[in-house]
Structures are given as C-alpha cells and as structure tokens.
C-alpha cells in the first residue's frame, strides 16, 4: 500500500508507486484533488492511465456523480460458467462453431453471425429484477438524486417503453447509428478490444468452464456520452449566462424561481424537459393584453435570448459532475445498463453451453464498471471482494484466470483488481509484438487461439504473479482456470 501525501486519504493498494506509470499517477492526483471526488480513494494494484478516469478506481457514491468514471462500458464485467468435465469439441471446430453462435467485432458487423439467436426484450429482460435493485438503492441511500429515484419507481420504473426511450432520447442522440433496434440487437454480441470468449480447465477439479468478458456495447456507450455531455453544458458556464440573462426582467415572467433553481433544472427548463414552457404567458397576458398586446411577443422573445444553442458543442472538464435530478437520472440509466450487460453476457454463456451440448452447473459473476448499489461503492477497472463471494480476476490469454473468494478488506473498499492492467498502450503493443510468435508461445502451452491482436499480447499488461501477490490482503485464491481456448473479434 502507498498513500499518496499531496492528496488527502488516495492510496494504491498493494505496489508501490515505482510500479505505475507517471501518467496514471498524474491522472490520480488530479481526480483525488477535484470537488467531485470525496474519500478514501483505493486505486487497485492493476491501475492504469484510462480515458476520462484512472483504471482501478474505487471510492464510496457522494453528492457528486461523474459519468466519465464508470465510463463509456457501464457494467462491463466477467461471466464464468462451469461446463462439466468434459469438452465435445476442440479447435478449430471449438472456434467456428462458438463464433457462428456470438456475434462479435465492431459496428454493424459485429452484430451479425449466421447461428445467432435473438434476445427478446421485452419478454425476457428481468424487469421486475432490475426495479428492485434500483428500489433497494433508493431505501438505503440519502443523497439528493434519491426523491427523483422514487418519482420514477412511482410512475412505473423500468419497462419495455423506457428501454424505447433510453434507446432513442438518450442514447440515439448520441449516435445516429444508434437505434432500439441496435439496443435489441447488441444482446448477446461480445465487441471487440480486450473482451473475450474462453475456454478454461479449473486446476481444481479439470472441469471446464467458459467465461466471458463484455460489457454493455454502444447502449452504455451513448449513455455514458449523453449524462456526461449535459454534465459539461451544466458546468461550462451556459447556465450562468442565461441565468444572468433572465435576471433583467421581473420573476413573475418565468414559471420557476429563478433563485433556488438549480443550473441543470434550469437548462432543462429553458430546452422544454419540464413539460411546458419556462415563459409565465398568463402573467405577461394579465399585465400587457388589455394596454399593450405587442409587448407580450417582445418580452418573450427577449426571455428566450436566454435559451443556448441546442447544438452548440459542451465545453467544460471530463471531470464535471452531475448532482440531484441530474445525477438520478445517470444513476437510474446505468442500473439499467449494467443489468443489460450482464444479461447479455448470460446469454453468450448460454450459448457456447447450448453449441456443446451441455448444461451450466455453477456461475461466477464480477462486474468491474458499476456502481455497486449494494454497498454503494464506485468501482472503474474493480470488483467487489467479500467473504462469501467468489470473484474471478483474469490475466490476459496466456495466463489464465484466478478464483477467488473474498475477504471483506475496508481499507480495500472491499475491492479487488479486475484484472492484469496494461504496461503499455495499445498502439505501442502492435509496434513491439508479432502475432505469429504469440500464436507459437500459446501453441507450447496448448492454447488454441484463432484470432490473436498484438494489442492483446500478453506482454502488454502487467506480470501475473506482481498482480495474485498484490491482491491477498483482499482476495484468497481458491482456483485457477488454465487457458484451453481463447476467442477473440476479428
């Protein structure tokens, strides 16, 4: 463990400062020392720079909810589930028959496979689940964006016609690729980058197991984009300028208080989210219809000077917050993302069992980008560690992945490392590594890989042993999965 001394309670967990990159350690200090941020900050072992937040990042849910700290992959994580002893298929027969089953690649493409089965939404997906998980955060949580929360669980909560709208108010207007139609089709796809489908031998028990490792694909994505995009239009002074703005003329023009308005409830106001519009029209009709009727046009057109460009670019900070309906709004969204990656990636684990013609008899689940609503501890690039509860840390596709279970460590937020973390970038790992020769390095240990990204080469994260050392203050190994078959997008 190494506190960092010019940030108050930020410490790396189990390295020392030596083994992490300038960079990251920059990126640590910077978020550790914004207003967004409250302690104690825990960094796992296998940190690393990332886009928008450090990788490893642990710290307790406040007031103030950055989007870009869980990330553009809300409820990225690892499914692990057990096959039985046996493996009825192998190769190069293994790997065409997984992959005509899961999708798996960027854009349209990887949406597509000639076996694949379609996901269901609105029969399947677990609504009554997911409103209570979100029912279960609001009865335990006290923050500002709590009053929201149970507004919206009042009216519904989750069902086919929110899916429909995140799909399309928030995460289509991100994207103009991005549709419900793609949000249905994305169920059950893997991506591509470091995600991955494998093949596992547990050293235990030889049983095989498959785990993959997917996250939430372009819904989270948008998602991610669109909650942060308002954070930075809250943040970057267009709520000031109106406000001023609006300042000149008398409040009973407008429909709110002017004063105990928040920015965001304000820009909402002023862009129509509220329902109606933010020009008191009775009141200007009252003052100005019997003497003057023009006067109410005028008025009204100078009020709405106030309203910014819709589509004028967000300035701001990565680092920009959301607070109350703002922040109940992102929170409500990614619940739902993270229970939609999670489904997705049962549904794969689903398949490849299916493809063997077997049946799953255990499951392990670690999800590494979430706010974890049952402790209400934000995890980037972690997993929950508790007594109890097993947890898989995976390394890269030649070193396997570690079962582990749990030791409820506070001074680790109760967290473990999510995996190896990267040594270099992923343009510097194609530079230094050839694929052929880690196709030949995974040959010697049996490893059957088709598909191998030089950016995934095992040299390009960090030493395994460093990583199962440096988590047993907060995790036990309990098993080891040993690479058999490593699946990944083209």
């Known amino acids: 463990m190494t506190e960092l001394e010019d940030v108050p309670d930020t410490r790396i967990m189990g390295i020392e400062t030596d083994g992490v990159e300038a960079e990251c350690l920059e990126q640590i200090r910077r978020m550790a020392a914004h207003e967004a941020f409250e302690g104690p900050i825990r960094i796992m072992p296998d940190t690393h720079q990332g886009k928008g937040s450090v ?168 998602t991610c984009a669109y909650w942060q995009d308002r954070a930075n239009r809250i943040h970057d002074g267009r709520a000031d300028r109106a406000r001023e703005h609006l300042s000149q003329y008398p409040e009973r023009y407008l429909n709110f208080d002017l004063e105990s308005v928040s920015d965001d409830a304000l820009l909402e106001w002023l862009q129509g989210g509220q329902g109606r519009d933010f020009v008191n029209y009775e009141a200007l009709k009252a003052e100005f219809l019997e003497t003057d009727p023009s006067e109410i046009e005028r008025i009204s057109d100078e009020l709405k000077a106030a309203v910014p460009d819709p589509d004028a670019e967000a300035g701001g900070s990565p680092l920009d917050y959301l607070t109350g309906e703002a922040a109940a709004g992102y929170l409500i969204d990614m619940i739902f993302c993270q229970r939609y990656a999670a489904e997705s990636r049962q549904v794969m684990t689903s398949a490849v069992a299916d493809v063997l013609d077997v049946e799953i008899e255990d499951e392990i689940t670690s999800t590494h980008n979430f706010v974890d609503f049952r402790d209400h501890v934000i995890r980037k690039g972690a997993t929950r560690s508790y007594e109890g509860e097993r947890v898989i840390v995976p390394f890269n596709m030649r070193d396997g992945i570690l079962v582990c279970e749990g030791k409820s460590n506070p001074e680790w937020n109760y967290s473990v490392a999510h995996g190896a973390g990267r040594v270099m970038s992923r343009t510097q790992a194609n530079e230094e590594f050839d694929a052929d020769e880690i196709r030949e390095e995974l040959a010697t240990q049996e490893i059957h890989s088709s598909v191998v990204p030089t950016d995934e080469a095992p040299g390009a994260y960090k030493d395994s042993e460093l990583i199962e050392a440096a988590i047993s203050e907060t995790a036990e190994v309990v098993d080891r999965l040993e690479v058999v078959h490593n699946l990944k997008a083209p």
């Not at 989007?67 to 790997?95: Q, R, S, W, Y």
């Not at 928030?170 to 249905?184: D, L, N, V």
């Not at 169920?187 to 596992?200: R, S």
């Open 55 to 222: 990788i490893g990042f642990t710290m307790p849910l406040g007031e103030r909810v950055v989007p870009n700290v869980i990330g553009v992959d809300i409820g990225c994580g690892m499914e692990a589930a057990c096959l039985g002893p046996k493996l009825p298929l192998e190769g190069e027969e293994l790997d065409e028959a997984i992959r005509a089953r899961i999708p798996m690649g960027f854009g349209p493409e990887g949406l597509q496979a000639p076996e694949r089965d379609y996901y269901h939404v609105n029969d399947d997906f677990p609504w009554e689940r997911v409103n209570e998980t979100l029912a279960s955060f609001v009865d335990a949580a006290d923050g500002s964006y709590v009053p929201e929360m149970r507004r919206f669980l009042a009216e519904g909560g989750y069902d086919i016609d929110y899916f429909k709208r995140l799909c399309e108010e928030r995460a289509g207007r991100m994207s103009s690729y991005f549709s419900t139609r793609t949000g249905i089709s994305s169920v059950g796809t893997l991506g591509a980058g470091n995600h991955f489908v494998e093949i596992g031998r547990s050293v235990e028990t030889g049983d095989y197991w498959v785990v993959v490792h997917s996250g939430s694909r372009g819904l989270g994505a948008n």
